[in-house]
């Protein structure tokens, strides 16, 4: 395809150039973004003694558990494939469990990193945790899910602005205005932003995936 048009990303280069993979990229921010969500829900500096829940084992899913793993964190996973959460439970020490039960595992985050749409009011009310913060696209399957989650004290990291360390890589790469110094700058401010996000929240009495759609419908100019 990339011998055809200029329009294609995410292609492999050589060793500290900008692209490649996005995984990696979205994983970190990911992981950015949990620290940043477990400091503010429960006034936690590292992730260190604590439980998570993660839903996927793919390639974002297993790099914030090795991430997340690192810090010190207790890790449970499911997928649907067996050999992937075996893979992570020989490497990080992780706990497996069945896709069925991490929706409802008492932990102090899920992190959802699998399939979209899994936030419905049965699975919000079922909830064990205090933090939802994964990569997965669409996990609110409806607008008002968001304030179901704001409504049971649960905070709420949303999707699309948790994950863009994937797509900040791909546009600096098709972009090519930086560097992976600069790629790396830019998903440190996943926190920040997610932080201003959350302070909105709190101050409007909206709910997080609320207020970061109408700051970003305020940034394209709708």
Do not use: C, F
Not at 19 to 43: E, Q
Not at 127 to 147: C, H, I, K, M, T
Not at 190 to 216: F, Q, Y
């Amino acid at each position: 395809m990339r011998e055809q048009t200029r329009h294609v990303s995410g292609l492999p280069v050589a060793e500290g150039a900008v692209g490649g993979d996005p995984g990696p990229h979205t994983a970190l921010g990911t992981y950015l973004g949990i620290r940043a969500a477990v400091k503010r829900a429960l006034g936690k500096d590292s992730l260190a003694g604590l439980h998570l829940a993660i839903q996927g084992a793919g390639s974002v899913a297993s790099g914030v558990a090795r991430l997340a793993a690192k810090d010190g964190a207790r890790i449970s996973v499911a997928d649907i494939d067996a050999g992937r959460v075996q893979r992570l439970v020989d490497e990080v020490g992780a706990t497996a469990v069945s896709p069925d039960e991490i929706m409802t595992l008492p932990a102090d985050v899920l992190s959802p990193n699998a399939l979209g749409a899994i936030l419905t009011e049965q699975s919000i009310a079922a909830l064990q945790v205090p933090v939802v913060a994964g990569a997965a696209n669409n996990q609110l399957a409806r607008a008002e899910d968001g304030d179901r989650l704001q409504a049971r004290g649960i905070l709420y990291a949303p999707d699309y602005v948790i994950n863009a360390g994937g797509i900040i890589n791909v546009a600096t790469e098709y972009l090519a205005d930086g560097d992976q110094a600069e790629v790396r700058r830019k998903i440190e401010q996943i926190p920040v932003r997610l932080e201003e996000i959350w302070t909105e929240s709190a101050a409007s009495g909206r709910n997080p995936a609320a207020v970061a759609d109408s700051m970003a419908q305020k940034l394209i100019g709708r």
